[in-house]
């Protein structure tokens, strides 16, 4: 009973993960200026740590979580980078 | 699933399939939003919902499960949610610096920035010069 509940609300939120990316990735193709593509990169992280996190709760190991742990890590450091990237024209000054 | 959780009592497994479920979902709609709004500044909102709830709801889901499963406390979901609360601010604020300054370089009219500060300030027109950018 408990494993079925577990495994109709997992697969329910993979779906609805996957479906978020693809709204990301449509957004960040179409988006009509360069910020708009960045910020759609940036939601298409965070999507994609949740579904890792999310695969990892169905699998019941830890190697997800590190993944994730590493795409919330380098999802930050690539947003603020292009950021600045728009900013200034260049990285690191 | 594996077969740890089928032993896994209701009152245990139901508010984590709650959780599951409304963590996707509102990643979903923030997803949603950056498709549907119409200005960069007003789409600009839309994805600290998946940072913020999604986040909080699935890491929560992933700490009780796994701590039950594991039979000892697993915390180390929070850490993502702490490392997700404290950085998205910080990179969305620089993204809306860079859309400023670069509507107010490559649109002479302002058109762009007097948009984004027009759907800010809930449709008042901004017509000074007051909030030009520093550079």
Known sequence: ?93 | VTTTYAELSLWIVIPAAMLITIGAALAFVGSLGLVRLASFYERLHAPSLAAGGATLAICLASAILMSQANDQLVLHELVIYGLTLVVTPVSLITLAAAATHRDAVTLPDRQGAQEGLTSMRGGVASSGTTDRPLE
């Open chain 1, 1 to 93: 009973m408990s494993a079925t509940i577990l495994v109709v609300a997992i697969s329910a939120g993979q779906l609805l993960l996957v479906a978020a990316m693809g709204l990301a990735a449509m957004r960040m193709l179409r988006g009509p200026r360069a910020q708009d593509r960045v910020l759609a990169l940036d939601t298409l992280y965070v999507d994609a740590m949740l579904l890792l996190l999310v695969t990892g709760i169905r699998t019941g190991t830890v190697f997800y979580f590190e993944a994730a742990f590493v795409i919330a890590m380098l999802g930050f450091v690539t947003t603020v980078a292009l950021s600045k990237f728009l900013l200034r024209g260049e990285i690191i000054e």
